[in-house]
Each structure stands twice: as C-alpha cells, then as structure tokens.
C-alpha cells in the first residue's frame, strides 16, 4: 500500500517559519513530480509548489522568495520550507506525489497537515 505521510505542520506568530516533510512508502515504482497543495476553509485547492524528478520547480505566485520546495531522490521525501509566514498562509498543506508502479501513472495525496500563522 502506498502512503504519504506529512508532518511539520504547527502554529506560528506572522514572520516566522515551519517546515513541511512528506515521506513515501509501499511500492511506489518510478517517482516524478512531487509537490505541495494547500486548502483554506471555504477556498478553492490551489498549488503551491511543485518539483520535478530532475528538479524543476513551479510555485505559487503569493509565496515566491519565501517558499523553497525540495526533494531528496535516495530517500523519496520532499520537503516545504515556508519563510516569512502571513496570516493568508493559514491552511491545510497537502503532499501529492505522481509515482508509476507500473505502466499506469497515478497521483497519491497525503491527509493533510494544518498551518495556522496568527498575527
């Protein structure tokens, strides 16, 4: 069984900072994109950042020079370092990996991890 698991998520003052991991597991085959969506009550789901298997990254226009989106390929992990944090920031952070256990590509989603920046 496939799994990702987010952890890092956490309560923070505007200004600061957290760190957001995702760690695979099961049989996973070949791993491209991995990334990190994020969803705020009553708010649509919107991309804050993506990474390619070769390293090409895409983010967010709200979170450009703050967020630093990488990936560690021995390990299968990828990781979200959020700078200078804003209340706006406030959601729950997901971590989506495309994988390609066989002939088939798939996207798996974490369950969620909760930022809360207050002012």
């Known amino acids: 069984q496939v799994q990702l698991v987010e952890s890092g998520g956490g309560y923070v003052q505007a200004g600061g900072s957290l760190r957001l991991s995702c760690a695979t597991s099961?049989?996973?085959?070949?791993?491209?994109?991995m990334g990190w969506y994020r969803q705020a009550p009553g708010k649509q789901r919107e991309l804050v950042a993506r990474?390619?298997?070769?390293?090409?990254?895409n983010y967010a226009d709200a979170v450009k020079g703050r967020f630093t989106i990488s990936r560690d390929n021995a390990k299968n992990t990828v990781a979200l370092q959020m700078n200078s944090l804003k209340p706006e920031d406030t959601a729950v952070y997901y971590c989506?990996?495309?994988?390609?256990?066989?002939?088939?590509?798939?996207?798996?989603w974490g369950q969620g991890t909760q930022v809360i920046v207050s002012s």
């Open positions: 989506y990996a495309d994988i390609v256990p066989g002939l088939v590509r798939y996207d798996v």
């Open positions: 099961g049989s996973i085959g070949r791993l491209n994109a």
């Open positions: 990474i390619t298997s070769g390293g090409s990254t």
